[in-house]
């Protein structure tokens, strides 16, 4: 989740969702299972936490924060 606000908020280096994934390397070789603590798909915990760091930003912008 920190990977995912750096990214989004602080840098503004991610647009998009899929953007996000080829900067984490996340989704790409299907070891989840082994890889991800909860042993299940990352797919969507990244999806809740571009969402969350999208908004995050739209709120900072809206009242001039960043």
Do not use: H, W
Request: hydrophobic fraction near 35%.
């Amino acid at each position: 989740m920190k990977d995912v606000l750096e990214l989004i908020v602080e840098k503004q280096e991610v647009k998009t969702f899929q953007e996000l994934v080829e900067a984490t390397g996340a989704m790409k070789s299907c070891r989840c299972k082994t890889q991800n603590p909860s042993g299940k798909c990352c797919k969507e915990v990244l999806e809740d936490a571009f969402n969350y760091a999208v908004g995050l930003l739209s709120d900072s912008s809206d009242k001039n924060i960043l």
